[in-house]
Every structure is written in structure tokens, then in C-alpha cells.
């Protein structure tokens, strides 16, 4: 698989630009006196779809020759890939088919829906989202648009961190850290290959739940490393079992190390962003932030710390129970 | 008293420059097919306290010659200029009393607490926050800060609407309409002054409650009109019974007319904020929002409309109950 640079990653971010919303970075002062550090705060919540997913899917699709547009993508999704997809395929005027587990949060169901997505739901523990999207991608002649493994997905991703960069220089200041959550992790190396193109001494780590911690454990053994089958956690976005090829080739050598949080920590960090930023974070998208809360590493204390808020598609019942909790 | 004019306004803008935020004006295709209009929405619910009131405040408080900061300052209010008062005072190192309704929001009461403020509570029904206010100014030899009928008020406000004139020009569009929620008015008024430094030609536009419509009332008769004693609504940010002095006779000349809608097109639009934008509004602060939603001026109609939200300090058991109702 071609494998994805600093250079090609501010490629997608100048192929990007005017396509995705530059998304702001917020200081508060509150919140870094609970977590000790200085935090520069990147809000892909506030992207469009809600999360940062747009970003790779319109650079992927991007690629797609204008004769092979008709035929659409397919794509698999627990929710905010499908969102990204859908909505890349209707800027770019493509039909788009999205595999879909039939427990997604509602909001991301209807956030497809309202692209003009077609929907096809599945049975998360008797199914194969794989074997279906991949059968339907072959009946259709359609392209079948991975959610992180893929050289183009990473580089789309990965202008999120060219783009905060940019941003950090212009305050005039530097950023020692950057947490950011890691699931398959085509967000955060693609991050940290744009972030470094600008300054490659800043530390990058992986904020994951404490029960699906793959990516510290990869990274502080060396080794790829599997989670149990069967743990839950409330972060939805983000429970992929282990680091993907690409990206655990990526970030074995772009990443520092990785923290992990309770659920209880990630509830908390949900009612901070509330209550100091105003900003509704899904449980996935708080990860950073916890762990910037609750599990900074050492080094980073008294430092600048980059925390990035990846998504805010949360179902209102949910958010209300945890912000009143 | 004298009478801020556009020049004024863009003087206060760059006085406040780097000591307030620039707020992110955002875009939504849901929202602007909802609102039948082009919606740009100015996030001051993301400024620094929740609200835009720090920049009348600070603008304020930066008139105080050195000598008489020691004293420190008073002010009134049910929440926002309290909180606007309090961190202005502790960034400009000066000591601050708040007079507050014992039936303000928790989250407002913290947030000027947290700032290091003394706060001194009221009873809303039985005691004038006026003459306590008045009294323990004078017991302090303390500045009393107006919350909106002072000229230094009124231009600081005002710096939003120049930060927002300056955005929608880098953006290459131009506003045909601007919908602003109005309680004393010294948001809007400052505001009508900022932007049409710019352009002139657009059209500025009240949002209030239903039974708290003094504005449109006043605007449609030419004359100041008075809320009826007693009526409520969950706008506690702009629950004022008329226009002020200085306000009125700078609206009067500035606004085109006034919008007004009821506590459930208030709920449905933080709703609406909260799916669409993932962002946190207060009732009040929604207010612009649910005019454009349910009571959008005919004119405005398939136009560019700009859209305030003016604060984001809500209580988190009320926001609960409003997102999943």
C-alpha cells in the first residue's frame, strides 16, 4: 500500500481547502487549570457532519475518475464515516450506498439519511459488514470507500492537522503535545504526519477507552496489539479491535504513546466542554479531553497541549443523561 | 449622554482586539433549509464567560484611569454582564461586587464566583438591585458598570458587529438581513452601529419573546413601549421592560423592525443548534435562531441573513430537559 507523507498529506490539505470547514481551536482557562497544562483545543465537532470523517472521505473520493462517478461508493460505517461518505457523495454529485450496524445512534442514522445515502442496516454480532458492503460494492460497480486503512482516507485526515498547525503558528505560539483519539487511527497519523511537516518535535499521543486500549499497548510493546472481544465502552466511534496495517505502519514511528480513560472520565470531559466551551462533544470525540483531565502523560504537565475534539454526534437522550448526571 | 457613532464602535473594536475573543461565524445547509434563508451564524456563545457581554465590560472598565482601579466595581445583573464584569475585573487585575437575583441560573452564579467576584444576592420580587447596587458603590467608592445604557457599553458590544462585518467580508458575501436578540439593547444597537460601518444597506432586525416583544412593539409605533408587569418566559438573558434611554434613541434609527416568537420556538431552535451546529445556546441566546426559524421577516426570505447567538450559559438539568423534550 503507498504509503503516506508529510508532503502528501499538505497535497489533500490544499485539495481540500474550500471543500471542508476550517474548524476552530479554543483556549479556556478553566480547563486547563483542571488539567494542569496549557490546552489548544481543535473543534472537528464543528465540521461539517459533525466530525472530522469528511475530510478523508472527499479526498478519496476525490480520486474517482469522472467516468466512474455514476456508479457511486459503498462504504461501512458505525456512524461517522457513513456521515463523511454520504456527504462527500452529494457534494460531489455520486450515489452512495452506506452498511450501517442496526444499533448506530440514531443521529448518525438520520444524519446519513438526510444526504441522500441509502441505507442498508446490519446485524452487529451474526453479520459480516465487510462481506455485504463488498458484495453490494461488486453489484453496483461502485467504489467501496475504507474508513481508515487507505492511503488517500489518512492524507484527508490527516489536513486536520496541517490545518492546526497553520492555526497554532498564527497565534504565535507552539504546541509540546497533541492528544488525539485513535481508533483505526487514519485521523490521528494522518494528524501527526501534518502536524509535523510544521514541527516535528511535538509529541503526538492516543486517547482511548481504557477497555479498548490497543494503541497504548501496541505502542509501548512494539507489537500490534489485539482487544479482547466483547468489551464495551460508550465511545461508539472509536471501538475498532486493533490499529489498522497502514496506519499502525504510520504510527508506530509518528506516535509517542497512548493514554486511556474510564467511561466515567469521558462523561466528565462531555459536561466540561458543556459548561467552558459550549460545545457538545460525542463520547468518542471526548477522549483527548479526558485524557488531558485524567490521564495526561507526565511530560505534558505545565506544557502546551493540543486536544482534539473529533466528533459531536451524540443522541439527545444520551447527552442529556450525561450532562445531568 | 454622549452618543456612540460607527467611528466609535470601530475605536472600541481595536481597543479590544486580543483582549476578547474572535468568535467563528458558522454555515449550515439544515439550518439555512429549515430557515428558508442563507445563515450566517456569529458564535458568541463561544466567547470567553458564554456571552458577548465581556466586551462591553472590558471596554468599560479599560476607561477607569489607573488610580481608581483600586476600588474596584459594582454591577447588576441577572447573569452574563455579571459574569462579563467579573472576568474583565480579574484581567484587568481590579476588584468586583456582583448584585444578583437569588434566582439567577447556577451556572451564572458559579461562573462569576469562579472569577473571583463577591456576589451579593436579591430578592427579585421585594428589593431594587438598583439602589442596593447604588449604595454599596458608593460604600466602596466603586465605578458602577451599567449592563447596556452607557455609551462604552453600547461601543463595546459593537465590536461584535465590526468583528462580524469583517468575517462575512473575508468570506467574499454580503448580508442582506441581521437577526439579534434585544433585552436593553445594547448588543444590538452597538452591533447595527459595527456592521454598518461596512455596509450600510443591511437590515437589522429584534428577536425577543412573545410577551416580551417591547422592541418590535416600540419599533413598529416609533414610540418606547413597556412589557406588561409580571409575563415570563425562558429568555431570562433578555427579560427587560423596555428599551433603554440611549439605546432607544440609537434603535430607533438603526433597526428595521422586530421578531418575536414563543418559549417553544426557543426550544425548538436550541434543539436545532444542538443537532445541527453542536453547539451550546441559551434560551435568550436562541433567540435570533427561532426568529429565523418561525419568525423570519418576509423581505429576508431566499436572502443572506446573519444570525446572532449571543450567549451559552445554561443550566445543565434545563438544557437536558430541552434537547430530549
Not at 496549557?38 to 464543528?46: A, D, G, Q, R
Not at 455514476?70 to 456512524?79: N, R
Not at 438520520?110 to 459480516?128: K, P
Not at 498547525?165 to 507552539?174: F, K, L, N, T, Y
Request: charged content about 25%.
Amino acid at each position: 500500500m503507498r504509503r503516506p507523507t508529510s508532503t502528501t498529506v499538505l497535497e489533500a490539505y490544499g485539495r481540500l481547502k474550500g471543500r471542508v470547514r476550517r474548524t476552530p481551536v479554543l483556549r479556556n482557562e478553566a480547563l486547563d487549570e483542571l488539567a494542569g497544562a496549557k490546552l489548544y483545543i481543535k473543534c472537528e465537532n464543528l465540521q461539517l457532519t459533525g466530525s472530522f470523517k469528511i475530510r478523508g472521505a472527499t479526498n478519496r473520493l476525490l480520486q474517482i475518475p469522472k467516468e466512474g462517478r455514476a456508479a457511486g461508493v459503498v462504504a461501512f460505517s458505525s456512524g461517522n464515516h457513513a456521515q463523511g461518505v454520504a456527504r462527500a457523495a452529494k457534494l460531489l454529485g455520486m450515489p452512495a450506498l452506506i452498511v450501517m450496524p442496526s444499533d448506530a445512534p440514531g443521529v448518525k442514522i438520520d444524519g446519513v439519511r438526510a444526504d441522500g445515502a441509502d441505507i442498508h442496516l446490519y446485524d452487529r454480532d451474526t453479520e459480516s459488514r465487510e462481506a455485504i458492503a463488498e458484495r453490494i460494492a461488486d453489484e453496483r460497480g461502485a467504489v467501496l470507500v475504507p474508513s481508515f486503512d487507505d492511503p488517500f482516507i489518512v492524507e484527508g485526515q490527516g489536513s486536520c492537522g496541517a490545518e492546526f498547525a497553520e492555526q497554532i503558528a498564527e497565534s504565535g505560539d507552539a504546541l509540546d503535545h497533541i492528544i488525539c483519539c485513535a481508533g483505526g487511527g487514519g485521523l490521528i497519523t494522518g494528524l501527526a504526519l501534518g502536524y509535523k511537516a510544521s514541527d516535528p518535535s511535538t509529541k503526538i499521543w492516543t486517547a482511548e477507552p481504557e477497555a479498548h486500549d490497543d494503541w497504548r499497548r501496541s505502542l509501548a510493546s512494539g507489537e500490534k496489539q489485539v482487544n479482547a472481544p466483547g468489551t464495551r465502552s460508550i465511545c461508539d466511534a472509536i471501538l475498532t479491535p486493533s490499529p489498522g496495517e497502514l496506519t499502525w505502519a504510520l504510527g508506530k514511528e509518528l506516535l509517542a504513546g497512548g493514554c486511556a480513560v474510564s467511561d466515567d472520565h469521558i462523561r466528565d470531559a462531555m459536561r466540561q466542554a458543556f459548561r467552558h466551551l459550549k460545545l457538545v462533544v460525542e463520547p468518542g470525540g471526548a477522549a483527548a479531553l479526558a485524557s488531558a483531565l485524567h490521564d495526561l502523560p507526565s511530560e505534558a504537565k505545565g506544557k502546551n497541549v493540543g486536544v482534539v475534539f473529533s466528533g459531536g454526534n451524540v443522541d439527545p437522550a444520551q447527552f442529556a443523561g450525561i450532562i445531568s448526571g
